[in-house]
């Protein structure tokens, strides 16, 4: 069994800052790579950034410097310095057994959050 909830999403300024939440939850001992996606009306999911169970991590080149992928008792999203074209719905996701090393391709992930929704306003 496994499942996926995000949480920490809201409206925030530009130049704002949030800490997007993912709980796992899962019986499995087997190796895996968790990662967040978004997506905005009218777009395709895109990749944001990934961590695996030896965490490594991969960004999305609009990412880097400004979002920060971390796990503890769960997988954070750290997102900073917010612009208006990062509004969009957010998704936690998870590969179990994992079938690479972290990466931002959806198609590598087989289990999916709800999403939680962030809009930054300008």
């Known amino acids: 069994q496994v499942t996926l909830a995000e949480s920490g999403g809201g409206e925030v300024q530009v130049g704002g800052s949030l800490r997007l939440s993912c709980a796992l939850t899962?019986?499995?001992?087997?190796?895996?790579?968790m990662g967040w996606f978004r997506r905005s009306p009218g777009k395709e999911r895109e990749g944001v950034a990934s961590?695996?169970?030896?965490g490594s991590t991969n960004y999305a080149d609009s990412m880097k410097g400004r979002f920060t992928v971390s796990k503890a008792n769960a997988m954070y999203l750290q997102m900073n310095s917010l612009k208006p074209e990062d509004t969009a719905m957010y998704y936690c996701?998870?590969?179990?057994?994992?079938?690479?090393?972290?990466?931002?391709?959806?198609?590598?992930?087989?289990?999916w959050g709800q999403g939680t929704q962030v809009t930054v306003s300008s």
């Open positions: 961590i695996d169970f030896d």
């Open positions: 899962t019986s499995t001992s087997s190796s895996y790579c």
């Open positions: 996701a998870a590969d179990f057994p994992a079938r690479t090393t972290a990466n931002i391709v959806p198609a590598y992930y087989r289990y």
